[in-house]
């Protein structure tokens, strides 16, 4: 499984920017795709998450109402649309995927994922 992230950049705190991971390779119909973040001094932590199998989605509450994770079908892409943008979403943003089943309680987890992407910085002026 190959991942290319794209997108991200600077924006004003209450802009949006979003974030684009192509997902290519052996994916199988179990594949799920998350959007993880790390900024400077702290640990990679969990953003939003899409399982294939079953179309469903979840959030860390720290970007639930603002964010959405999405599929683009046409172009074979995992989407996070970020908006009403905040200083502390200010990361590196990974994309990350897991071609194997997964349950509720692996979603978050970074250790649950075997591929990732390159990381993309956003920047989120005050």
């Known amino acids: 499984v190959q991942l290319q992230a794209s997108g991200g950049g600077l924006v004003q705190a209450g802009g949006s920017l979003r974030l684009s991971c192509a997902v290519s390779g052996n994916t199988g119909n179990q594949y799920t795709v998350g959007w993880f973040r790390q900024a400077p001094g702290k640990e990679r932590e969990f953003v939003a998450v899409?399982?294939?199998?079953?179309?469903?989605?979840a959030y860390s509450d720290s970007v639930k109402g603002r964010f959405t994770i999405s599929r683009d079908n046409a172009k074979n892409t995992v989407q996070l649309q970020m908006n009403s943008l905040k200083a502390e979403d200010t990361a590196v943003y990974y994309c990350?995927?897991?071609?194997?089943?997964?349950?509720?309680?692996?979603?978050?987890?970074?250790?649950?994922?075997?591929?990732w992407g390159q990381g993309k910085q956003v920047t989120v002026s005050s």
């Open positions: 899409f399982r294939r199998s079953d179309l469903s989605t």
């Open positions: 990350a995927a897991r071609n194997r089943r997964i349950i509720n309680s692996q979603l978050m987890n970074i250790l649950s994922y075997d591929y």
